[in-house]
Nanobody, 123 residues
């Protein structure tokens, strides 16, 4: 069992930056891929980024490519999402998720989810 807790959300002006953290309990985090997703009001949840357990593979949605970077520190059981050049359309609740997997899983494969953290970007 893995419990995920996101933090680092908040209110930022367009063009600003935020770094989200995702702390996971449990030893299986070190063998788990971590995905980042977001859900804006009235919209479906969408994929943002993913990182493999070893951090040698990452993948990003086209909408955030070049602006967001995901990383992880397995010694701290923590994954990160660095968000730069934020836009009002990035406003959403951001979730991290994990699943034991050797590489990058398909987007609907994640087993464990955090409660989400709100990111609001003002224009």
């Amino acid at each position: 069992q893995v419990q995920m807790v996101e933090s680092g959300g908040g209110l930022v002006q367009a063009g600003g930056s935020l770094r989200l953290s995702c702390f996971a309990s449990g030893r299986s985090f070190r063998s788990s891929a971590v995905g980042w997703f977001r859900q804006a009001p009235g919209k479906e949840r969408e994929f943002v980024a993913a990182i493999s357990w070893s951090a040698d593979e990452t993948h990003y949605a086209d909408s955030v490519l070049g602006r967001f970077t995901t990383s992880r520190d397995n010694a701290k059981n923590t994954a990160y999402l660095q968000m730069n050049s934020l836009r009002p359309e990035d406003t959403a609740v951001y979730y991290c998720a994990a699943v034991t997997h050797p590489g990058l899983p398909v987007r609907n494969a994640y087993s464990y989810w955090g409660q989400g953290t709100q990111v609001t970007v003002s224009s």
